[in-house]
């Protein structure tokens, strides 16, 4: 079996997908900020792209929060492809992932049970500014 290849791995605010098959990844993230926890943030997406692939395979995408490993988002799937050139784009849609803390939470990306590639997630309290002191 081929060893699979990473494209891409992003947060995004939304992702849409045209009539065409393209996909629209529109606002680019790496931090969400919150006055007040536990939290579930407003809809948002993950783009995972992988390629160099053939035939039936299993993927995981799992968000940790880092300091416990606390799982906070576990996505399992399988797709199908049909050449190694081909790519393949995972975009899930999140909804109501509860973050409990602030702090560094991970996503990974696995194929058949082996990791090929992670990407940082922080979350921080938004701080009152100076002059509202």
Same mark, same amino acid.
């Given at each position: 079996?081929?060893?699979?290849?990473?494209?891409?791995?992003?947060?995004?605010?939304?992702?849409?997908?045209?009539?065409?098959?393209?996909?629209?990844?529109?606002?680019?993230?790496?931090?969400?900020?919150?006055?007040? &926890?536990?939290?579930? +943030? /407003?809809?948002?997406?993950? @783009?995972?792209?992988?390629?160099?692939?053939? =035939?039936?395979?299993?993927? *995981?995408?799992?968000?940790?929060?880092?300091?416990?490993?606390?799982?906070?988002?576990?996505?399992?799937?399988?797709?199908?492809?049909?050449?190694?050139?081909?790519?393949?784009?995972?975009?899930?849609?999140? &909804?109501?992932?509860? +973050? /409990?803390?602030?702090?560094? @939470?991970?996503?990974?990306?696995?194929?058949? =049970?082996?990791?090929?590639? *992670?990407?940082?997630?922080?979350?921080?309290?938004?701080?009152?500014?100076?002059?509202?002191?």
């Amino acid at each position: 079996m081929s060893e699979p290849v990473l494209v891409g791995l992003l947060f995004a605010d939304k992702i849409i997908i045209e009539n065409n098959g393209k996909r629209g990844v529109i606002g680019t993230f790496n931090r969400f900020y919150s006055k007040k &926890f536990p939290i579930a +943030f /407003p809809p948002w997406a993950i @783009y995972a792209a992988v390629t160099n692939l053939e =035939g039936k395979h299993e993927f *995981a995408l799992t968000l940790v929060r880092e300091e416990t490993n606390q799982v906070i988002l576990p996505l399992n799937g399988q797709f199908d492809v049909r050449s190694r050139n081909d790519v393949v784009e995972l975009t899930p849609g999140i &909804f109501g992932a509860v +973050f /409990p803390k602030e702090g560094t @939470y991970i996503l990974t990306l696995s194929i058949d =049970g082996t990791q090929i590639g *992670a990407r940082v997630l922080f979350v921080d309290v938004v701080k009152e500014s100076e002059d509202k002191k």
